[in-house]
């Protein structure tokens, strides 16, 4: 018994020193999986890099005399780290002194322009001085044009951007100047004179590197923006009164360029979401931004604002922002004029009921032209266009491609026409552009007939009819005053126009209609 009692604890003493001398365990960290970092809006939202990270451990214990832990970490970062997000920004607050004709709503249609640089006194118009950085935003009355109001006064470093609700109720501007804390997109309730900056930035309306230009619903109410957030580009719709904002395409990719429809149900916009689901690390589908250059064109998209419903117009790539003929008709242009390997811009026409997208072109010849500063008539049946390939012309057209009229009277560069139809369509008003407007007043009628053929000075540039289709407002510019121009308002044939800034001194930009509308 002694003897097997022996026996046992030797055997017990031999199994110890085995387990002491055996390697500790070495534990394995589980392939790690990497989470996608997730980016929140909230109205006043502050946008931090993500860093998620992920921890294996692994504690396996020998037990005799000796116990042995080991710990395995795995830091997961995002592959790009994302752009601090624009937020909600609601300050630099004035109220500006109003007429009671402004702020009780514009019922008869006014002219809106710009006076940079104005002068009290000068002793020769004609003589270069510096600038003063002042600029004045004006409406005037054609019934009334010796009464110019004074709406806004800002002191700016470049040239004023403004942008009017057409119902005269509201308006956005840009401030950039040596004061750069408070630089940025502001926007006005003309009910009230009340004005507030909502986007801060030197220049607030180019985003990854893309214009674009805001625009006002219908109503005044809301302001279409295109906005940087994390990743990519969304399109936001900030309310009037400042009240806040909200992100209404919401998407990982590039949305821009939004365009409000006639009757404020829909919005149209560009966007690479067919190319590019998403511009976020880790999300399906994602394009990487540190290997691919950000897009400056896309698809045009169609969103009805009420339901958020979708609709893709385009299969074709647009390099520019879609533009609306009238509520039913939604009008885009491809290709990139100014691409010299592949310069041909095409029309396409779509239809919004029924969601049809067309081609519009010549029915023979001249494949391989360019459609260049067209201006369709209200109804969409028909359009005048310039027309480029080896030559230049202005062409009358069906919106099928039947040629109803040939100019050759008429030959300006290329994109240096600009035309309007009168709302009525009973007129058409043919202009220059960009300052190249070598004729004088030219109005047509609605089959194209001679209406006016005034000589200059004053050339006519960058006409624009009225709501009520009664009277034309366009620049025209006096070579004999070292190329001077003005703001004229005429009737709706073209005669009797009124010089509007002949006692300004700097420089007159036309900006359009306000008020009046239907």
């Known amino acids: 018994m002694r003897r ?11 199994s110890a020193c085995s387990a002491l001398g055996q390697a500790p365990a070495t534990p394995t960290a589980a392939p ?10 909230v109205p006043s939202e502050t946008l931090s890099p993500a860093t998620p990270s992920a921890t294996a451990t692994a504690s396996p214990t020998a037990t005799a005399t000796a116990t042995a832990i080991a710990t395995a970490t795995v830091t997961n970062t995002p592959t790009i780290t994302p752009y601090p997000a624009i937020g909600l920004a ?3 607050w004035t109220i500006a002194e109003l007429p009671d004709s402004i702020k009780d709503g514009i019922s008869s249609p006014m002219i809106a322009f710009l006076n940079a640089n104005n002068r009290q006194s000068i002793g020769n118009i004609a003589t270069a001085l510096p600038n003063t950085g002042q600029q004045t935003l004006y409406l005037v009355s054609p019934s009334n044009p010796g009464r110019r109001i004074p709406i806004l006064d800002v002191t700016s470093s470049s040239t004023l951007k403004v942008y009017l609700a057409q119902n005269g109720e509201a308006l956005a501007y840009v401030k950039d100047d040596e004061d750069v804390g408070s630089n940025g997109l502001y926007i006005m309730d003309l009910s009230s004179g009340f004005s507030a900056r909502v986007l801060p930035g030197d220049n607030p309306l180019v985003q990854r590197g893309i214009f674009a230009e805001p625009d006002w619903s219908p109503d005044g109410s809301q302001l279409a923006v295109t906005v940087a957030t994390g990743y990519d580009l969304d399109i936001f719709l900030y309310a009037k009164d400042g009240s806040g904002r909200v992100n209404i395409s919401d998407h990982g990719a ?8 006639p009757d404020g149900r829909y919005l149209a916009f560009v966007s690479d979401r067919e190319q590019c689901p998403s511009w976020t690390p880790g999300e399906a589908g994602f394009c990487d931004a540190s290997k691919l250059d950000f897009p400056t064109s896309g698809k045009v998209y169609l969103i009805e604002v009420a339901t958020g419903i979708l609709r893709q117009m385009s299969t074709v790539e647009v390099a520019e922002p879609p533009y609306w003929i009238n509520a039913d008709l939604l009008a885009f242009a491809s290709g990139d004029p100014f691409d010299l390997l592949s310069p041909q811009r095409r029309l396409w026409l779509a239809n919004i009921d029924n969601g049809n997208t067309s081609e519009v072109r010549l029915e023979t010849g001249r494949e391989n032209a360019s459609y260049l500063s067209e201006a369709w008539s209200p109804d969409g049946q028909q359009l005048l266009v310039q027309i480029a390939d080896q030559g230049s012309q202005l062409l009358l057209m ?12 008429l030959d300006f560069p290329r994109f240096g026409m600009s035309a309007d139809w009168s709302p009525d369509g009973r007129r058409l008003a043919i202009g220059g552009a960009a300052g190249q407007c070598p004729y004088g007043v030219r109005v047509k009628a609605e089959d194209y007939r001679n209406v006016a053929t005034g000589d200059p000075p004053p050339s006519m540039c960058d ?10 407002a366009f620049s025209g510019v006096n070579p004999r005053v070292d190329g001077r121009n003005d703001v004229f308002v005429a009737n709706f044939n073209g005669f009797g126009a009124i010089n509007l800034t002949a006692n300004l001194r700097g420089q007159v930009e036309l900006l359009g209609w306000v008020g009046g509308l239907p």
């Not at 097997?4 to 031999?14: K, T």
């Not at 069906?398 to 009277?409: E, F, K, S, V």
């Not at 006409?463 to 034309?472: L, N």
């Open 398 to 409: 069906t919106r099928d491609g039947r040629l109803l009229h040939q100019d050759n009277d």
């Open 90 to 92: 609601f300050d630099n």
């Open 254 to 261: 590039f949305d821009f360029w939004p365009r409000w429809s």
């Open 32 to 41: 790690s999986h990497t989470p996608t970092p997730t980016v929140t809006q």
């Open 4 to 14: 097997m009692l022996i026996i046992g604890l030797l055997a017990s003493a031999l």
């Open 463 to 472: 006409p624009v009819f009225s709501p009520d289709s009664q009277r034309i």
